[in-house]
């Protein structure tokens, strides 16, 4: 079997940390594994294995033929069977596809919003998935919206995975106390609604007790990121609110935290979730998307809804003050990741998928 994935960045995003995950798996299972940078790279390129093939095609706008010809040239002297294409990369598989008919493409739907959009904004996507093989989803809303609307019917659901990496590289040293720390791995930007989290932080006078928060994740310098900075400032939290940007060592900044926090408004299937819980995090999330059958509460972690900010507060006054409740859902998450979204477990279940008539 002979695959390549298509992404069009490598910049540190979920489908785009999904996108080398399954390049990666799949280079120790199958004969051939690629992977493809549409527009951008990124810090995920370096994580990347060297048994995989990797291509930048550069590509500048919609409709680049340059782009397209130098795609269709790799999959022909590599002989790729499948596209397993990510996000809005389904054009550009869709233009090879045109003239290489016998190519099979699998779109992976990782975009979470999706559900409370129209078909009109969505027309192009619908249109084009005429010429899908079929359709990967991760969230069960993201299969009924991709089932009633989609042309391709072959819709299913495939969960996210995550691995255990011992080799970590330590460059990013967390600032507060050390088992007092509160980490938000997200980028700067809508849906993931920051400044819920930090309202609560404040208004619960969590630095009063030592905590500190801890924001991982591409900076925009927009109208978003200010609006965070502008709070951490006008409250005097410069001391206990602490900003990073984009890090390549996430294992190791998830090492130094004690809990961590999700507040999204939106969500697909949050890869951050099974980041926290591999590295031993107490989680605080949302309970959008999939992330209530990820995170059982009060079972490995505590879920809220983003819309109640006494619900969130509570929540966060729960696990900052209560220890043996923090072991607990630690322990159990833990356990829960590794029987349910192993990597050997989920690429099993693609490898069947791929070869699905």
Known sequence: MRVVQIIDSLEAG??????????????????FSGLIATRKQGQLVKQINGKVSYLFLNKKKAIDIKSTFR??????????????AH??????????????????????????TRIKESKFKNKTLISLSLFFYSIFVVSNQLKEWNKKNMLCKRVTFVPNFTTEKNDLEKTTNLKGIEGKRIVFLANLKNPKNHILILKSFFELGLKDSDWSLHLIGKDYFDAYSESIKSFIKSNSLEKHIHLYGERNDIPYVLSQGT???????????????????????AVVTTNVGYCSEIIKNDYSGLLFNPENELEVKSQLLKITGNEPLRKRVVKNLKQSILNNYSEEEVINKLILLYKSN
């Open 259 to 281: 809990i961590g926090v999700l507040s999204s408004t939106e969500e697909g299937f949050p890869v951050t979730l099974l980041e926290y819980g591999l590295a031993g995090l």
């Open 71 to 84: 795609l269709r040239k790799y999959i022909k002297s590599n002989k790729v069977e499948i596209i397993h």
């Open 87 to 112: 996000g809005s990369s389904f054009f550009i598989a869709v233009l090879v596809k045109l003239t290489l008919p016998r190519i099979k493409i699998f779109w992976h739907d990782h975009y979470g």
């Open 14 to 31: 979920g489908a785009e940390r999904m996108a080398v995950n399954y390049a990666n798996a799949l280079s120790g299972k199958i004969k």
